[in-house]
C-alpha cells in the first residue's frame, strides 16, 4: 500500500515543478505547544507571545509551532523535527516536555532551548515560568469579601506544586479576611475538559460554594458560575465574555515581553542558559481588570497587587503553619524559600481535605 | 432509478487488491482540492506527507519507533478479532505492562542490579499484560460478560492507578513532586540499534512478533482453530474446537503483547514512568489490525503507513505551516476511503431500474 503511494505522489510531483522554499537568512524560532491554539487558554497565551514576538521582530525572525503534541514519547521527535528544520532557538510550552528537550539539547549544543515550568536546566536549557501565587493571593482577598457562605469553591488540575502552591496562598489571603473561610476542593485530574470542569462546578456550589476559582483551563465553570447567579475566576486568559456579570479578574498569561528579550538575547548572540521565575514585577503574568465587585474591595485588591508588585507583600510570609498545625521551617529569611514554594506539597493549616498522594 | 449495494456471491479478489489503491488515489485527489482551497501547493504538501518522511534516515528511524507499538498491540488484537473475541481494552494492558516492568525498573534504582533487569522488565510486563486481559476474557467465558464493555473499562482503571503509583509511592524523590518517577537507569532501559538516533530493540522483537504470528495463523493447527472459530463457530463446534478456550487463548496472547509494547515504550524512547505514556496506542491499533486486514503482514505495512502520515504531518505543520486538524482530516479521509473501497469487496454496486418501462416512457 505505501509503495503505491509512493508511486503515485511521485508521480504528481514529476508532472509539476518543485522548487524548494528558499531558506532566508532569519534566525528560525520554534515552538511546541501543548493544545490546539483555541481561542483561550494556556497553549492560546504562549501563542499570544509567539505573535507579539512576531510583531516586534518579525523582520529578523521567522518562527514555526507543532501543535497539540502529547507529552509522551512522541513530544522528543516533534522537538526534534524542529531543530532538524533549522530552528535555532525553541521553546517547549509544557512540563511535560521536560525530559525530551534535555535529550534533544544534548544532542544537539549549538541549538539554545527554553523549556516553561520545569526544573531540569543545561548549558543550552533555560527554565521560564511565573509566580502565579501571587495572582492567587489577591484572588483569595476579593474572595474572601465576596463570598457570603463564607465557602469557596477551588476546581484543582492535577496536585503538583504550582496548583498546591496556589492554592494555599488563595487561603492564607483569604483566612487575613475571614479566619473561619472554609475551601472546597474538587481534583478534576485534567488541565482542559469543559465538561469535568463544568460538573466540579455544580458539584461545589451545591457544596455551599458562592465563589469559583479554577485551575483548569476552560471557562465552563464561569459559565456555571454565570448561570447560578455566583462569582468566579478566569484562569490563562481573559473569561470575562463567559460571564460579564461573574468575572471578579484572571490572572492573564503573558509571555510576549519574556520571548521578546530571549529572542533579542539570541540574537545579539547573548543568548545564556538562565532559570526564570518571573513574579508581577517581571510582568511574567497579569491581573484581568477588577469587576463586578465593590469598591472598597476592587480598591483592596488593586493595593495587594501593588504591595506584591513592589516587593512589599509575600503570600508565603513567615510563619507558615501546615495543615498538622505545625510551623513549616522558614528557609527564605522573612518568607518560605522559592525552593520550597516550586516544590510545595502540603496544605496549609484551614484547608479541610486531604493532598491527594499524600 | 436507484443505486444499491449488492452483496456478491464471493468475495472478489481483484477488488481486494485494487481497493488500497482506489482509496489512496481517491484521498489524494480529494486533499489536493483541499490542499488548494487552503492556498497551499498540493504537490509540495503531498511531498511533506509522504515522500520527505522517506527521504532521511532520521525520519524513516521515527517512523519505525511510532509503528512499533502500534504493530505489536495490532498483531495481538487480530488474533483476537479472527477469534471473535473483542478485545478492545489493549490501551489497558499496554498501560499494565508498563507499570509492572516499570516496579522492577524503580526497586532496584540505584542499585548495583546486571543484566538481567531488562528481560526481567519485559517478561513481567508480557504477564501483567495477559493476567489483566484475563479478566475481561474469563468474566465472558463464566459470566457471559461483555469483553467488549468489561475491557474498555480496565482502560480506565489502568489509567488511575498508573496515575496513582507516579503521584504517590513512586514518585522521584527529587522531582519536586510532578507526576513522574525517576528516570530508569541504563540497564533498565531498551538498547538502542544506531547511536545518536532513536531506533530501538523494539522495532526488532515487533518485527519477530510479526513473523510468528504469520507462522501461527499459517502454518499451525492453533492458527487454524482461531480462524475457524472465528470464521464458522458452528463448523468449529462440530469439529470439537474449544471457542472459550481460544477466547482465554487470545486474550491472554494479545494483553501479553499490548504489555511488552507498554514496557518497551516506557523503557525505550520515554525513559521513565509517566501519565501520558500512550497517546492512545491503544486505540489507534485498532485501526492498524482492521486497515492490515488481519493479517500480520497487512498489520506491518498498516503500522508503517500510519507512521508515515503521523510524522509527515507534522513535517508539513513545519514546513508548510499546514493546521495539525488538516492532518487530521486527512488521516480521516484516507482511513474513510480505505474501508469504503473495503466494502466493494464483497458489495457491489448496482443499478435498480423499479419501473423501467414507465421511466423509459417519459424520456
Known amino acids: 500500500m505505501r509503495k503505491s503511494v509512493l508511486a503515485l505522489a511521485a508521480g504528481l510531483l514529476l508532472a509539476g515543478s518543485v522548487s524548494a522554499a528558499s531558506a532566508a537568512d532569519k534566525l528560525k524560532v520554534g515552538f511546541i505547544y501543548l493544545g490546539p491554539i483555541g481561542d483561550l487558554g494556556w497553549t492560546y497565551q504562549h501563542d499570544l507571545g509567539r505573535q507579539a514576538l512576531v510583531k516586534e521582530l518579525g523582520d529578523k525572525i521567522e518562527t514555526t509551532y507543532l501543535e497539540n503534541v502529547p507529552e509522551g514519547p512522541d513530544a522528543e521527535r516533534a522537538i526534534e523535527q524542529l531543530v532538524r528544520a533549522g530552528n535555532k532557538l525553541i521553546f517547549t510550552t509544557s512540563f511535560g516536555y521536560m525530559d525530551p528537550t534535555l535529550k534533544v539539547a544534548k544532542k544537539y549544543p549549538n541549538v539554545h532551548f527554553e523549556h516553561s515550568t520545569g526544573y531540569k536546566r543545561d548549558k543550552n536549557m533555560s527554565t521560564y515560568s511565573a509566580k502565579w501565587y501571587q495572582g492567587r493571593y489577591i484572588q483569595g482577598l476579593i474572595a474572601a469579601k465576596m463570598s457570603k457562605s463564607g465557602v469557596l469553591g477551588y476546581i484543582g488540575s492535577f496536585p503538583i506544586p504550582e496548583v498546591v502552591s496556589g492554592i494555599n496562598a488563595t487561603i492564607l489571603a483569604a483566612q487575613t479576611i475571614n479566619p473561619n473561610i472554609k475551601v472546597k476542593i474538587i481534583w478534576a485530574n485534567t488541565w482542559f475538559d469543559p465538561g469535568k470542569e463544568a460538573d466540579a462546578a455544580k458539584a461545589l456550589i451545591d457544596q455551599g460554594a458562592d465563589v469559583i476559582m479554577q485551575h483548569t483551563d476552560s471557562p465552563a465553570a464561569m459559565q456555571i458560575a454565570s448561570e447560578r447567579g455566583k462569582f468566579a475566576f478566569g484562569q490563562d486568559s481573559e473569561m470575562i465574555k463567559f460571564g460579564p456579570k461573574t468575572q471578579l479578574t484572571s490572572i492573564l498569561d503573558t509571555w510576549g515581553p519574556y520571548y521578546i528579550e530571549r529572542v533579542k538575547a539570541e540574537l545579539a548572540g547573548t543568548w545564556k542558559s538562565e532559570d526564570t521565575w518571573g513574579g508581577l514585577d517581571s510582568h511574567m503574568f497579569a491581573m484581568a481588570p477588577y469587576t463586578n465587585m465593590p469598591d472598597d474591595v476592587k480598591k483592596l485588591a488593586e493595593d495587594a497587587q501593588a504591595a506584591i508588585t513592589a516587593g512589599k507583600l509575600h503570600p508565603f510570609k513567615c510563619p507558615v503553619i501546615g495543615q498538622d498545625g505545625k510551623e513549616v521551617e522558614c528557609k527564605g529569611g522573612a518568607n518560605l524559600a522559592d525552593g520550597q514554594i516550586l516544590g510545595m506539597n502540603f496544605y496549609v493549616k484551614g484547608i479541610d481535605d486531604k493532598l491527594p498522594g499524600k | ?363
Open chain 2, 1 to 363: 432509478m436507484q443505486l444499491v449495494l449488492e452483496k456478491r456471491a464471493e468475495r472478489s479478489n481483484t477488488i481486494a487488491l485494487v481497493s488500497p489503491l482506489i482509496a489512496i488515489g481517491l484521498t489524494i485527489v480529494t486533499m489536493t482540492i483541499l490542499f488548494a482551497i487552503l492556498g497551499k501547493n498540493p504537490l509540495l504538501a503531498l511531498h511533506a506527507y509522504f515522500i520527505a518522511p522517506l527521504t532521511d534516515s532520521y525520519s524513516l528511524q521515527e517512523i519505525a519507533v511510532k509503528a512499533t507499538p502500534l504493530v505489536m498491540i495490532a498483531i495481538g488484537l487480530s488474533l483476537c478479532y479472527l477469534a471473535n473475541a473483542w478485545n478492545i481494552g489493549a490501551e489497558g494492558q499496554f498501560l499494565i505492562g508498563a507499570v509492572a516492568g516499570s516496579w522492577i525498573a524503580v526497586k532496584t534504582q540505584g542499585t548495583d542490579a546486571g543484566a538481567w533487569v531488562l528481560p526481567a522488565m519485559f517478561v513481567l510486563a508480557a504477564a501483567a499484560g495477559a493476567l489483566y486481559a484475563l479478566i475481561p476474557a474469563i468474566c465472558k467465558v463464566k459470566f457471559g460478560a461483555s469483553e467488549i464493555l468489561t475491557s474498555l473499562m480496565l482502560v480506565y482503571v489502568a489509567d488511575l492507578f498508573l496515575d496513582y503509583l507516579v503521584r504517590g509511592p513512586w514518585r522521584d524523590p527529587q522531582g519536586f513532586n510532578f507526576p513522574t518517577t525517576a528516570e530508569f537507569d541504563p540497564v533498565a532501559t531498551v538498547p538502542l540499534l544506531i547511536e545518536g538516533g532513536r531506533l530501538h530493540l523494539g522495532s526488532i522483537i515487533a518485527l519477530l512478533v510479526v513473523a510468528a504470528a504469520a507462522i501461527l495463523l499459517g502454518r499451525t493447527i492453533k492458527g487454524f482453530e482461531i480462524r475457524v472459530v472465528g470464521a464458522a463457530p458452528r463448523a468449529a463446534r462440530f469439529g470439537g474446537f474449544n471457542a472459550n478456550q481460544l477466547i482465554i487463548l487470545t486474550f491472554a496472547v494479545s494483553g501479553a503483547l499490548a504489555g511488552l509494547a507498554g514496557i518497551i515504550e516506557v523503557a525505550g524512547p520515554v525513559g521513565h514512568l509517566q501519565p501520558g505514556i500512550s497517546p492512545g496506542y491503544g486505540f489507534t491499533a485498532i485501526i492498524v489490525a482492521f486497515l492490515g486486514r488481519l493479517n500480520p503482514l497487512g498489520i506491518l505495512i498498516a503500522g508503517l503507513f500510519l507512521a508515515l502520515t503521523f510524522i509527515g504531518g507534522e513535517q508539513a505543520q513545519i514546513a508548510m505551516k499546514i493546521p495539525l486538524d488538516v492532518t487530521k482530516v486527512f488521516q480521516g479521509i484516507l482511513l474513510f476511503y480505505v474501508l469504503a473501497c473495503d466494502s466493494l469487496i464483497l458489495y457491489r454496486f448496482k443499478l435498480v431500474f423499479p419501473n423501467r418501462q414507465v421511466a423509459s416512457g417519459t424520456h
